[in-house]
């Protein structure tokens, strides 16, 4: 057997068994991907997909134990380059980063633009989606580090750490009748058209559940997953808006007026999130560390070795 045939079976289920998907995603042919499968089923012994003709459709029971020692004999593979790497190119490489429109556009670019004095030579890539895709780009290697709110801590192949807590805010219009109220209420929230995030974004769970508590039906206008969308509308007058206190700048949005709504709507943890057994270079670790000063390489280690977080402290 060979690395070849290790990629492809792994490629394979994560293409949904769709060979055509393989050979693109890996850059060569179908009729290869089958015949390396093939081949390395034969030196096993046994078929470790379920075919329907020509067709494979699933894993067969000894499939399911096979793909978890592929994942992991490849994941050694990457973390010995990447050790190799760190020795070889202390300074230089490529960091990918998955995380949501928020986390790009309000809480990285400080922390990016910190990261890259430091660091000239290292390329730095977003990757940006909802936290689902987060998730899945990191726990399917195409990126070091996920950064999101939501998900990343159900998922088991993932080791999630507490970067730092955070809550929403109310956003109106200046001359709106609640810009002058010192202590918001739920109710004169609910009786608002909003204008807030698409439901898997920036702590909307929270939201949906503050108002499902109380058995209100809230009157969602718009939803989106940008924030500056949600700030454009309520400046138009649609409705009052519900984002991340994070994506509130007093001085650039000068038109709108925040109201804390943290004891509305509770706290969210920005959390992140690396691959079971990865191995991070030593300016990934950095790069954390300077988002959250309490991640050091000891904690993250930690954390590895148990396969989950030591606890949920924040360091602030």
Known sequence: MNLHQLRYVREAV????????VANALYTSQPGVSKAIIEFEDELGFQIFVRRGKRIIGLTPPGEMVIG????VLMEIENLRRIADDFAAQDHGTLVIATTATQARYTLPKV??????IFPGVRLKLLQGDPGHVAQYVMHG????GIATEVLSEQSELVTLPLFQWRHVVLVPREHALASVEHLHFEQVAAQPLITYEHTFSGRPKIDAAFARRGVEPQIVLEAIDSDVIKTYVE?????????????????????????????????????????????????????????PQLTRARIESAMRKGTADDDSYGL
Do not use: W
């Not at 994560?14 to 998907?21: D, V």
């Not at 195409?142 to 580090?145: C, E, G, V």
């Not at 138009?236 to 007026?257: F, H, K, T, W």
């Not at 990865?278 to 988002?291: E, G, P, Q, T």
């Open 112 to 117: 990016i633009a910190q990261f890259k004095e």
């Open 142 to 145: 195409r990126a070091d580090l």
């Open 69 to 72: 020692s592929v994942e992991r």
């Open 236 to 292: 138009l007058g649609l409705g009052i808006g519900i984002i991340a206190e994070m994506a509130y700048d007093p001085v650039r949005d000068s038109n709108l007026v925040a109201l804390p709504a943290g004891h509305l709507f509770g706290e969210n943890v920005l959390r992140m999130a690396i691959r079971q057994g990865s191995y991070l270079r030593d300016y990934a670790v950095k790069f954390l560390h300077l988002l959250s």
């Open 14 to 21: 994560r293409q949904n068994f769709n060979l055509t998907a």
